[in-house]
């Protein structure tokens, strides 16, 4: 790893190295946080978790070839090489910036309430037609997943797609600090986060933290039909470029279809230059990201034809509106993680479904105070929206449940305490030929619950 030596880790993380004095020079060949992953020269973080602290698997990677370990103590008697440290946490952040300044390559910085992972994907679908690219995988967005995922940066490596995760104030700023991204794309401003954040300001005010470590002759990328997101004119002189359904944008789409559950076709214009694309997802929110696509393609000198080629070509990622299709059902696997906004639009999604459209809705996390009223907004929007039944799971969905039956008394709406007594009955409620949506907050772990559907 390019100038990844023992002498740089130890000085940009301000520790004391230990260990034989001609090591110091070695590159590092990886950083890892598991100890299941460690290989010959790579270096061991080890972190202090809230169960288990992996400095007691120091002797074991050691064991396996690892050139050095960090430590946030003194290793008595060891015979190995160690960087002793405060904080594991803090000097992975450090090495992980430190690294990416070596690398000099460009990074696009992706954040927003709702939308983040399924934009970065449809961004990194698109550069890849003209660079090598590396994208942020799973949920390797905070402030420990941002620095595993630059690890994974090669020399050969042209651009980084990094999605930025953030759930409290000055946690963006720390992320952008580590990324310094060349261009900022932020999905939209949400009620998501709001125990921290508080109200939408707040998610706009620690969202657009993103813009603190922007390299000078940046780019900004905003939806444009996001009422906060609209309100930003420009950051140190750099002009945001705004995406979305109106003319007036710099980069917008019209002509705009829905195929169903196969897909959006819309015609996407830049300046002078427009192109007709189908999206391979469902649903208006994807028509946006491909839209933030486009105005990324653009900046980096993508043709139309390499933009358009790159949005057809997604791929869907499991827990992410990723199709199962069954003998008997067609499941929309949506439950890696939920909020309000992201629940209507994939509830406005489903009403496109062949036979019966049910959802299977769980509780959503992290809403402060407005947790009913919010879980209240999204039962109304699922009676009225032109679905055929939900299920509500949890004990704030109950809250779902009622708004539903105030909205539509005919809706055919049920409430069911816990995943484990709905993964009881699941076949009870599903009919052969129904199409069914699964989602909730990731705490819900309804993966059981499509795992289940799968197999019924």
Same mark, same amino acid.
């Given at each position: 790893?390019?100038?990844?030596?023992?002498?740089?880790?130890?000085? +940009?993380?301000?520790?004391?190295?230990?260990?034989?004095?001609?090591?110091?020079?070695?590159?590092?060949?990886?950083?890892?946080?598991?100890?299941?992953?460690?290989?010959?020269?790579?270096?061991?973080?080890?972190?202090?978790?809230?169960? +288990?602290?992996?400095?007691?698997?120091?002797?074991?990677?050691?064991?396996?070839?690892?050139?050095?370990?960090?430590?946030?103590?003194?290793?008595?008697?060891?015979?190995?090489?160690?960087?002793?440290?405060?904080?594991?946490?803090?000097?992975?952040?450090?090495?992980?910036?430190?690294?990416?300044?070596?690398?000099? %390559?460009?990074?696009?910085?992706?954040?927003?309430?709702?939308?983040?992972?399924?934009?970065?994907?449809?961004?990194?679908?698109?550069?890849?037609?003209?660079?090598?690219?590396?994208?942020?995988?799973?949920?390797?967005?905070?402030?420990?997943?941002?620095?595993?995922?630059?690890?994974?940066?090669?020399?050969?490596?042209?651009?980084?797609?990094?999605?930025?995760?953030?759930?409290?104030?000055?946690?963006?700023?720390?992320?952008?600090?580590?990324?310094?991204?060349?261009?900022?794309?932020?999905?939209? !401003?949400?009620?998501?986060?709001?125990?921290?954040?508080?109200?939408?300001?707040?998610?706009?005010?620690?969202?657009?933290?993103?813009?603190?470590?922007?390299?000078?002759?940046?780019?900004?990328?905003?939806?444009?039909?996001?009422?906060?997101?609209?309100?930003?004119?420009?950051?140190?002189?750099?002009?945001?470029?705004?995406?979305?359904?109106?003319?007036?944008?710099?980069?917008?789409?019209?002509?705009?279809?829905?195929?169903?559950?196969?897909?959006?076709?819309?015609?996407?214009?830049?300046?002078?230059?427009?192109?007709?694309?189908?999206?391979?997802?469902?649903?208006?929110?994807?028509?946006?990201?491909?839209?933030?696509?486009?105005?990324?393609?653009?900046?980096?000198?993508?043709?139309?034809?390499?933009?358009?080629?790159?949005?057809?070509?997604?791929?869907? !990622?499991?827990?992410?509106?990723?199709? %199962?299709?069954?003998?008997?059902?067609?499941?929309?696997?949506?439950?890696?993680?939920?909020?309000?906004?992201?629940?209507?639009?994939?509830?406005?999604?489903?009403?496109?479904?062949?036979?019966?459209?049910?959802?299977?809705?769980?509780?959503?996390?992290?809403?402060?105070?407005?947790?009913?009223?919010?879980?209240?907004?999204?039962?109304?929007?699922?009676?009225?929206?032109?679905?055929?039944?939900? %299920?509500? +799971?949890?004990?704030?969905?109950?809250?779902?449940?009622?708004?539903?039956?105030?909205?539509?008394?005919?809706?055919?709406?049920?409430?069911?305490?816990?995943?484990?007594?709905?993964?009881?009955?699941?076949?009870?409620? !599903?009919?052969?030929?129904?199409?069914?949506?699964?989602?909730?907050?990731?705490?819900?772990?309804?993966?059981?619950?499509?795992?289940?559907?799968?197999?019924?």
């Amino acid at each position: 790893m390019k100038n990844l030596t023992l002498r740089n880790i130890t000085k +940009v993380c301000g520790g004391t190295y230990h260990g034989p004095e001609e090591l110091l020079d070695r590159e590092v060949t990886s950083v890892t946080t598991d100890s299941r992953k460690a290989e010959t020269g790579a270096l061991f973080v080890p972190i202090v978790g809230e169960r +288990v602290d992996a400095h007691r698997f120091i002797p074991d990677v050691m064991e396996k070839g690892c050139l050095a370990t960090l430590s946030e103590r003194l290793q008595e008697g060891a015979d190995y090489a160690y960087i002793q440290i405060e904080s594991s946490l803090q000097a992975v952040k450090d090495i992980a910036e430190f690294y990416l300044e070596q690398l000099q %390559i460009p990074v696009v910085g992706i954040t927003g309430s709702v939308g983040k992972t399924s934009t970065k994907e449809v961004i990194a679908s698109v550069l890849k037609e003209k660079y090598r690219t590396l994208k942020t995988q799973g949920n390797f967005n905070n402030e420990l997943g941002l620095p595993l995922t630059v690890f994974r940066l090669r020399d050969e490596d042209e651009i980084a797609v990094l999605e930025m995760g953030i759930s409290d104030f000055g946690e963006m700023t720390r992320l952008a600090k580590i990324a310094k991204p060349e261009t900022c794309v932020i999905t939209n !401003i949400g009620t998501c986060h709001l125990e921290n954040l508080g109200d939408r300001d707040g998610v706009l005010k620690a969202k657009t933290e993103i813009f603190s470590s922007l390299k000078p002759n940046g780019n900004i990328i905003l939806n444009g039909d996001d009422d906060k997101l609209a309100t930003v004119e420009e950051y140190h002189g750099i002009r945001p470029v705004f995406f979305g359904l109106n003319k007036k944008y710099d980069v917008y789409a019209d002509e705009i279809e829905s195929l169903g559950l196969k897909g959006m076709s819309c015609r996407i214009h830049m300046g002078e230059q427009s192109f007709s694309v189908l999206v391979p997802m469902p649903g208006i929110h994807m028509v946006y990201n491909a839209l933030a696509a486009a105005a990324i393609g653009k900046i980096y000198g993508l043709t139309a034809e390499e933009i358009r080629r790159g949005i057809e070509s997604l791929e869907p !990622i499991s827990g992410r509106f990723r199709m %199962i299709e069954t003998d008997k059902l067609l499941i929309v696997d949506d439950c890696y993680n939920a909020n309000p906004m992201s629940m209507k639009a994939s509830l406005d999604v489903l009403k496109d479904g062949a036979g019966r459209r049910v959802a299977i809705l769980g509780d959503m996390g992290e809403l402060g105070e407005n947790e009913v009223q919010l879980h209240q907004e999204v039962g109304a929007h699922a009676a009225s929206c032109g679905i055929d039944k939900c %299920i509500c +799971v949890g004990e704030l969905s109950a809250h779902m449940a009622e708004a539903a039956k105030k909205t539509d008394p005919d809706f055919d709406i049920c409430h069911i305490r816990t995943r484990e007594e709905l993964l009881q009955h699941l076949g009870d409620y !599903i009919q052969p030929g129904d199409t069914v949506l699964v989602k909730a907050s990731h705490f819900m772990k309804f993966e059981d619950v499509v795992q289940t559907l799968e197999k019924l």
